[in-house]
C-alpha cells in the first residue's frame, strides 16, 4: 500500500508535545521505515509550512519533505477534483478544494489516503478512493 499523508496526520507527528496515541501516527512512522511508500503534494508542504514559525523549524520541514516523493497535480486533476467536490456537494456533503485535490490525487496515482480527518469518510460514500482505516 502506498499512502498520500494528509496535512492531519504530518501535524500529528512532527509536534514534540503531542501525544503520540493516533494510529495513523504509527503507520506514517512505520512507512517512513520502509513498510509502505509515502507521497507528499505542494499543498500539504504549504499547509505545513504556513502552521509553523521560524527559519529553523521551516528549513527542517523542506529538508524531511525533500526525501519523499512529490506529486505535482495537472489541469485534469483540478478538473476532475471540481468534478468529485460538486458530485459531493449535490449529494449533501461539503468537500474542501484541497481535500477534493488530495482524494482525485489517490484516484489518480492509486493511493491510500492517511488522514485523521473524518471528513474524508462523509465524501468516500459518493467518491470511490483508498481511504486508510484501522484494522
Known amino acids: 500500500m502506498s499512502l498520500l499523508v494528509d496535512t492531519s496526520v504530518w501535524s500529528l507527528a512532527l509536534r514534540r508535545d503531542a501525544e503520540q496515541g493516533e494510529p495513523q501516527v504509527a503507520v506514517l512512522r512505520a512507512a ?10 505542494g499543498l500539504v508542504l504549504q ?7 521560524g527559519p529553523k523549524a521551516r528549513d527542517a520541514l523542506i529538508e524531511r519533505f ?13 478538473i476532475d477534483a471540481a ?5 459531493c456537494r449535490r449529494k449533501g456533503v461539503q468537500v474542501g478544494t484541497i481535500d477534493a485535490l488530495l482524494i482525485q490525487l489517490c484516484r489518480r496515482y492509486e493511493l491510500t489516503l492517511l488522514t485523521t480527518d473524518r471528513d474524508f469518510e462523509a465524501a468516500r460514500r459518493h467518491v470511490d478512493f483508498g481511504l486508510w482505516q484501522a484494522a
Open 32 to 41: 517512513l521505515l520502509g513498510a509502505q511508500q509515502v507521497f507528499t503534494t
Open 47 to 53: 499547509e505545513l509550512l504556513q502552521g509553523f514559525s
Open 66 to 78: 525533500a526525501a519523499l516523493a512529490l506529486l505535482q497535480p495537472d489541469r485534469g486533476d483540478h
Open 83 to 87: 468534478d468529485l467536490r460538486n458530485r
